[in-house]
């Protein structure tokens, strides 16, 4: 574990965002600097390679849309990487309302952090649409990046990936309006778009359904 930690001041992570504009209406385009629906392929498919070419602790499992795979404020003992679909991972309030802080895609991890502090999840977890994941046992993960370098790396890299879209999420979206942050819808086409409720949009934009409707009429005026 000591060497997972060691690692992070010693990795340079290069970082590419990709906007694609297919099927976007929006009359206003601005950059947005982070991905909407974050995903890390070079991940899943190394998982992928392990499980293929090696004996793998790592279990192939499948999520329907709705279900929960992590409860906020449970303890967490498994680590889980996307091979496809989508998920949220959002915090709910005391108030009942949600706030939606990352969605992911093929490739992400999530239930990672808890192996760093050893603390309950902070966040829930919930499919959006169907979905299939690898999932491994905390302490079989640690043994295997104490073994395995490039997995080691990459795990590291997931880790400073998160930071630097946090920091990078946070910043953009204090200095830009609502609309300008829409904008980061035009890296989808419509069907993925479509599989995204409004009210998780809203969560995930930190304001109402009604303000939603408005800047989406507004882009789209």
């Given at each position: 574990?000591?060497?997972v930690l060691k ?7 290069n970082i590419?965002f ?11 385009r601005?950059?947005?600097p982070y991905p ?6 070079e ?8 499980t ?5 602790d ?11 795979i ?6 967490v003992k498994?680590?889980y990487?996307?091979i496809e679909g989508?998920?949220?991972c959002?915090l709910?309030?005391?108030?009942g309302?949600?706030f ?7 490739g992400e991890?999530f239930?990672?952090?808890e192996?760093?502090?050893g603390s ?8 959006i649409?169907d979905i ?17 370098k490039k997995?080691n790396?990459?795990y590291i890299n997931?880790?400073i990936s998160k ?5 990078t ?5 204090q200095?830009?309006?609502l609309?300008e ?7 989808f086409?419509?069907?993925t778009?479509?599989k ?5 949009l809203a969560s995930y934009?930190g304001v109402s359904?009604r303000s939603l409707n408005r800047a989406?009429r507004k882009?789209?005026?």
């Amino acid at each position: 574990m000591n060497s997972v930690l060691k690692m992070v001041d010693d990795i340079t992570l290069n970082i590419n965002f990709m906007q694609r504009n297919d099927g976007i209406n929006f009359k206003a385009r601005t950059y947005v600097p982070y991905p909407m629906i974050r995903t890390n392929i070079e991940l899943k498919e190394y998982i992928i390679d392990i499980t293929k070419y090696k004996n793998s602790d790592f279990v192939r499992i499948g999520y329907k849309a709705s279900d929960k795979i992590i409860e906020q404020g449970s303890r967490v003992k498994n680590i889980y990487i996307m091979i496809e679909g989508l998920i949220k991972c959002f915090l709910i309030e005391e108030s009942g309302k949600e706030f939606v802080q990352e969605f992911f895609g093929t490739g992400e991890l999530f239930g990672e952090l808890e192996i760093v502090n050893g603390s309950t999840s902070l966040c829930a977890v919930e499919a959006i649409t169907d979905i299939e994941v690898f999932k491994i046992k905390h302490e079989k993960f640690l043994k295997l990046i104490e073994k395995d370098k490039k997995l080691n790396r990459l795990y590291i890299n997931a880790l400073i990936s998160k930071i630097y879209y946090k920091g990078t999420r946070h910043s953009y979206n204090q200095l830009h309006t609502l609309e300008e942050k829409l904008s980061s819808l035009s890296q989808f086409d419509e069907n993925t778009r479509s599989k995204i409720h409004k009210q998780d949009l809203a969560s995930y934009f930190g304001v109402s359904i009604r303000s939603l409707n408005r800047a989406l009429r507004k882009l789209n005026g």
